[in-house]
């Protein structure tokens, strides 16, 4: 499978076989979109033989309710959803060497965890200032997601910030969701999910012994690893009709495990999104060419075999490519996305913590987001148009958006140069868009 080349900038039309191909429009991403042997031939001769397509032609009418040639409208400037990542401890039960919270303590003892952990009061001085802002900004969408360290270390802590939620004015829309280990404690956490209907993504890192090198508590100074407890957890999430979401890093110690993680998950109808280290350090050529190796083999893999009631899209995301919609930014960190620390102090994001821009508690939420987005350093980042980097200029570049800008600048010191794994995402991206075409085709002959 060769990469795209120089002159398929725009619009793609790949074979299937015989008598299907699939097309993508790299300068306005709309999906996927699987064709007919004819339909095909007709898209290149408009494309690339400079045919003009007519509306009362039956195939050039389907192409163009397709949404290939669909112009996508400049957004709006108006905010209608709030993220934010709710930092409830500064604390972790854990120790994985890549973790790229900063300043975060781990492993944690019982003491440092309620010292480090957000007091009960100003959660919900929190929990009315977000309202608050929402209310007056006139967003009607706000999602929590409770992380750290580890959000369960203080499970009391997120019921009362809910129940706090819950007493004030429904105005606003709010939904939950918790990023954690997994290593906790299934009689107190699951009650309280099931109760504020909280969705949940647990982190892991491996198939059984390179997961536990790397998620391991230790006791009495020797490793004791996770995977057991971890997936005990997930039965009793199951049990009780809770479907979690899994997170994979793919680091080079268990990049040869993501075949049987895939399989397991998927034995389970569980999705899962792999996403690779982001480390300030820069892997040798020959690592990441294994990677794409082992990415490539198992895309091809799942293309040709997952379940297409699975998409893989969903069930097999890799990192935050959205193949259905043209994305600037890899994500939305400084604009309708930000973290606020378990001290109020509002960042951008998780990665960026040590970067604060005033305080919740003490100020607010729109002094922080006016300061915010008057910074040079969060607004280049925010703002795709203010840099100056190659990565604008590359036909990939509404796909994967030049990657994660926090590990890029935290790496290099700059967001004006290519991400730590651009040639990965490069070789990557054909590889993911066909597979996702294969497994559209297989639901499609299905139904003949």
């Not at 967003?139 to 203080?154: C, Q, R, S, Y």
């Not at 910030?161 to 280990?181: A, D, L, W």
């Not at 020797?222 to 997170?247: C, F, Q």
């Amino acid at each position: 499978m060769k990469p795209f080349s120089e002159k398929e900038k725009g619009i793609i039309v790949r074979p299937l076989d015989d008598r299907f191909y699939y097309a993508f429009n790299f300068n306005n991403p709309s999906g996927i979109k699987i064709l007919s042997h004819r339909a095909a031939k007709r898209l290149i001769a408009i494309t690339e033989e400079g045919d003009s397509y007519d509306k009362n032609n039956k195939i050039d009418s389907s192409i163009i309710k397709s949404g290939l040639f669909h112009k996508t409208n400049t957004a709006s400037d108006k905010m209608t959803h709030l993220s934010v990542w709710l930092h409830v401890t500064n604390s972790c039960n854990l120790s994985c060497y890549y973790c790229y919270i900063p300043n975060l303590r781990k492993p944690a003892d019982s003491d440092t965890i309620h010292n480090l952990s957000m007091k009960t009061h100003d959660a919900k001085t929190i929990s009315h200032r977000l309202i608050s802002y929402c209310e007056e900004r006139e967003i009607k969408n706000l999602h929590v997601k409770f992380a750290g360290g580890e959000p369960t270390l203080d499970i009391t802590l997120i019921r009362e910030f809910c129940r706090e939620i819950s007493k004030q004015p429904k105005k606003v829309n709010v939904s939950y969701g918790m990023i954690t280990n997994g290593v906790f404690n299934a009689n107190q956490v699951i009650p309280i999910l099931k109760e504020f209907d909280i969705t949940l993504s647990v982190s892991i890192d491996g198939y059984k012994s390179t997961h536990d090198d790397i998620r391991f508590h230790v006791i009495n100074k020797r490793k004791n690893g996770t995977w057991d407890l971890i997936w005990a957890n997930i039965e009793n999430l199951l049990s009780v009709g809770i479907m979690p979401y899994l997170l994979y890093t793919i680091t080079p110690s268990n990049i040869n495990d993501i075949h049987k993680f895939s399989d397991l998950a998927h034995k389970l109808n569980l999705g899962y999104r792999l996403s690779l280290e982001r480390s300030k350090k820069l892997y040798e050529p020959e690592i990441k060419k294994k990677v794409v190796t082992k990415l490539t083999e198992l895309y091809c893999e799942l293309g040709r075999n997952m379940n297409y009631e699975l998409p893989i899209s969903r069930y097999a995301r890799f990192s935050e490519w959205n193949l259905k919609k043209k994305k600037n930014l890899a994500c939305s960190a400084g604009r309708n996305y930000i973290a606020i620390s378990q001290r109020g102090y509002v960042s951008s994001c998780q990665m960026g913590m040590n970067n604060k821009y005033g305080n919740i508690m003490t100020d607010g939420l729109e002094l922080p987001m006016v300061m915010m987005k008057k910074n040079g350093y969060t607004s280049i980042i925010a703002k795709p148009i203010l840099r100056n980097g190659i990565c604008n200029s590359c036909e990939y570049y509404y796909v994967c958006s030049g990657g994660c800008p926090e590990h890029t600048v935290n790496t290099f010191g700059t967001i004006d140069t290519l991400s730590p794994w651009c040639t990965v995402f490069g070789s990557l991206i054909p590889v993911y868009m066909e597979s996702i075409a294969r497994q559209m085709l297989r639901k499609i002959r299905s139904k003949k």
